[in-house]
């Protein structure tokens, strides 16, 4: 993704809130956007996401984008489920494929009860769940999240944390904004805060070539014994309380992840990082 000469001012006479903002966003980036209350982190999400047009420049090269907005709009003419399949319509997915992905990841997330229910009618925490949700219909290659964490509870903050890591394995895009500063801690490949207009790297430095052809570290919680892994990545250190690390060739990362993730019982994705100047 690429922004160029990107600007944003309210109104023709207004303040301008971005300007001038010239970045490359490369796939496998997980980009943490960080900045003082109103210096403009909304603005440039927006913008990021295409909800928003820039005032001045242009933004390309996103791919199949999905954006969860700080705030999510209240009284939706919609149950749950049929929430779910709008969304995933507007993002391209036919109607049965939308309502397959609906039933998924309402279960996902706890909340297959809720599927009938009215959105006017969830409590906060299962609406924002609904939110989060709507964004992994149609495998997005850029994911942008507004403090998308905010109101979910532990389980569903922690699914949220495992799929930003395995759509970023997975070489996708992820950029967000989050109030905790321990949110993905470390694991941000790359820190851009947002002041005075500007939109400056502070932070994060893996180039994505390297994280392709490098290989990465993945650590994860569990019990019982891992499951058999694909593209022949074998456990070679023993499992010591639960914690199991492996590393993976970052090609297939993703892959692993899956496995992972899909295993019965399910592993919790710890952290996922490049391998120490390895190539
Ligand atoms: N729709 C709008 N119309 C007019 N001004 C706006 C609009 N949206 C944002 N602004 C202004 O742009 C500036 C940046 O707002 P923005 O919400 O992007 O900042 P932020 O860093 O995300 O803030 P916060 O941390 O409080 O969420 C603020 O001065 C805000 O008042």
Excluded: C
């Excluded at 009860?113 to 006017?120: I, L, S, V």
């Excluded at 993905?184 to 070539?209: D, I, N, P, S």
């Amino acid at each position: 993704m690429l922004l160029e000469g990107v600007g944003r001012r309210y109104g023709a006479r207004g303040p301008w809130v971005l300007k001038d903002v010239d970045l490359e966003v490369g796939g496998g980036t997980l980009l943490r956007v960080e900045g003082a209350n109103g210096t403009g982190k909304s603005t440039f999400l927006r913008i990021v996401a295409g909800i928003d047009r820039p005032s001045a420049g242009r933004v390309s090269g996103r791919g199949r984008t999905a954006y969860v907005p700080e705030r999510f709009p209240a009284a939706l003419p919609f149950s749950t489920h049929g929430y779910l399949v709008h969304m995933g319509r507007i993002q391209g997915l036919g109607t049965a494929t939308a309502s397959r992905r609906a039933d998924h990841w309402l279960e996902r997330f706890g909340i297959g009860a809720y599927g009938g229910t009215p959105m006017d009618q969830l409590s906060k925490g299962t609406s924002q769940k609904a939110a989060v949700a709507q964004a992994f219909l149609a495998e997005p290659q850029l994911l942008v999240l507004d403090e998308a964490w905010t109101g979910l509870d532990h389980d569903a903050r922690t699914l949220l944390d495992d799929e930003v890591r395995s759509r970023v394995a997975a070489g996708g895009t992820v950029v967000f904004v989050d109030h905790d500063p321990w949110r993905l801690a470390g694991e941000a490949t790359a820190v851009q805060r947002v002041a005075g207009g500007r939109v400056t790297v502070v932070g994060g430095a893996t180039a994505v070539g390297d994280r392709v052809a490098g290989r990465v570290l993945v650590e994860a919680t569990g019990s019982g014994e891992p499951p058999v892994l694909p593209g022949g990545v074998v456990v070679e250190e023993p499992v010591v309380d639960g914690l199991l690390r492996l590393a993976v060739p970052a090609d297939e990362s993703d892959a692993v992840l899956r496995a992972l993730l899909a295993a019965r019982p399910p592993w919790h994705i710890r952290a996922v990082r490049p391998e120490a100047g390895g190539r």
